[in-house]
Each structure stands twice: as C-alpha cells, then as structure tokens.
C-alpha cells in the first residue's frame, strides 16, 4: 500500500485566499484524523471521521475551517479565507478499527505558510 | 482521559539502550498506553501500546509498572535513525477525538 497521500505537500498563499488540503487515506481505512502542527501548540486534532462521519471536530475552528469526506478515499480540509495564524503543518491519518489495535498512520503532511 | 508527563528531552549513545521515562499517574483502568515517535520533518509513526502487561515488538519494549501509573519505552540499541520526539499517550480503547493528545514529548538525541 502507498500509505496515507496528501496534497499538495507545499502550499503558499497570501491572507485572505482560500486553501485547500487533500487526504487520501489508506485502503480500507474507516476511520480518517486530520491535525495541524505548530512550533507553539505541537500537534492538535482538528477533526475526526468514522466511516466518512464527523465524529468530533470539537477542534476545529468552525468560523474558517471545514473538514468533508464524500467517499470513503478522500477527505479535504477547507480553509476560507486564510489568516497567517494558520500557517502551520498539517498531518492526515487514517486507522483501522478494531479491538485494541489503533494504530493510526500518517501522511507526509502539508506545510502551510499564509503570507 | 489521564495526562502524562515526559522529560522535554534525553541523550543517548548509539548502540546503547534508550530508556523513556512516562508518567501518567492519572490513568484509570481501561486506559491503554501508546507511544508514537516523530522524526524531523515527518508524520508520527506508531510505536508500541500496552495495557498492564509487557510488550515488545521489532521496534521497542514497553515496560508498565505493576500500578500503572508510570511506563518506560526501550528501545534497546538506538541508531542515530532514531533520533525524534517521542510521544507518550493514553487514551480509552476505542475512543478518538480530543482524548487521544499528543503532549510535548521528549526529544532524543541519539549521539555517535
């Protein structure tokens, strides 16, 4: 398996404009994390789906942020219009349920920088 | 869910055991323990997890003290690869979201 894809791995942008990020988790993956990593607050969990469900995204600012899962390979997280507090790196995850074994695997991540 | 606590950082000499220490003197009793480590620049990669018992896979070791309320992760012969931020982690089995926080972790040196 390829393991977790994200795109683009690179992105800059100047306030104001809206970004884009792209997940595809691994096959057969029900469960898919999306985190943002700062120098200042570490690594944080914005939301969460189980079966392409929020299942909390009690993280997530909800002003400018919003997370979709239209199938079950493919996730974006959304941000309009952007502010350079969002500059940070953004990590996709994605777990297989199961019993006790919650292993969750991550992408490259996506380095965001908001001018 | 429980908090821990690691040391911010730790050195170590190639070919020696790493030792992480962990506390989480909070953890009740359905809490499992992860570790996941971060090399620079990549996303964190699973380590090892464990209840009560030891565990061991090809990576590490996993020592939880007989109260539960501390844990060490070996990693028996440390190559300078293993240089990273170590994160220690409990959380619910089966339970996700704002429970299942990476804290600061430990940064380990490893030194040839």
Not at chain 2, 53 to 72: F, Q
């Amino acid at each position: 398996d390829a393991g977790v894809i994200q795109s683009p791995r690179h992105e800059v942008t100047e306030m104001g404009q809206e970004v884009t990020l792209r997940c595809k988790p691994i096959s057969g993956h029900d469960y898919l994390f999306w985190y943002r990593q700062t120098m200042m607050q570490g690594l944080e969990l914005l939301v969460y789906f189980n079966n392409k469900a929020v299942m909390d995204d009690s993280g997530m600012p909800k002003d400018r942020f919003s997370a979709k899962m239209p199938n079950a390979s493919f996730s974006t997280l959304k941000i309009q219009p952007s502010e350079p507090r969002d500059s940070a790196v953004y990590f996709c995850a994605s777990s297989l349920a199961g019993s006790s074994y919650n292993e969750q695997f991550f992408g490259p991540g996506t380095r965001l920088t908001v001018l | 869910d429980a908090k821990t606590t690691q040391p911010t950082s730790m050195d170590c000499a190639e070919g020696r055991a790493a030792n992480l220490p962990c506390n989480h003197s909070t953890i009740s009793g359905n809490e499992y323990v992860y570790w996941y480590r971060q090399i620079h620049s990549q996303g964190p990669q699973y380590i090892i997890h464990g209840l009560k018992n030891n565990e061991t896979n090809e990576m590490a070791s996993l020592i939880i003290t007989e109260d539960r309320k501390s844990s060490t992760l070996i990693l028996p012969h440390a190559t300078l690869r293993d240089t990273a931020v170590y994160y220690c982690i409990v959380r619910v089995d089966g339970l996700w979201g704002q429970n299942f926080v990476f804290g600061p972790g430990t940064r380990l040196s490893v030194l040839p």
